[in-house]
């Protein structure tokens, strides 16, 4: 047993599949680290952000919509993406209701 390199880290994550959902949309096939939640595409409900943590991935779950810095709002951290994206789906009516409040998202988003 011992410490684990960077190195060694990386290449444990690169080894992984891409997680996917069908509910989450990355910007281009085949992408890997951020997601648009969305049911149909004109109404999109947030976004999934994987971020490495210790030794792992986690996923970071935002609002759609910019707050008055221009910010995407930070909801909620999960283990997984299935379950960021079933938080997400779970709290559509509440995430509904906050987007109304927001500022729109500058850019749309590809796929």
Do not use: K
Request: hydrophobic content about 35%; glycine content about 12%.
């Amino acid at each position: 047993m011992g410490v684990r390199g960077s190195g060694e880290t990386a290449a444990s994550i690169l080894r992984r599949p891409i997680p996917t959902h069908p509910f989450a949309v990355p910007p281009a096939p085949g992408q890997f680290g951020v997601w648009q939640v969305r049911r149909v595409r004109s109404a999109p409900l947030g976004y999934v952000l994987s971020r490495p943590e210790l030794g792992g991935i986690v996923y970071h779950c935002y609002a759609h919509g910019r707050d008055d810095a221009g910010g995407r709002p930070w909801l909620r951290r999960e283990g997984s993406l299935n379950s960021a994206v079933a938080w997400v789906i779970q709290h559509e009516p509440e995430l509904s209701a906050l987007t109304g409040r927001l500022h729109p998202e500058p850019d749309e988003w590809p796929s």
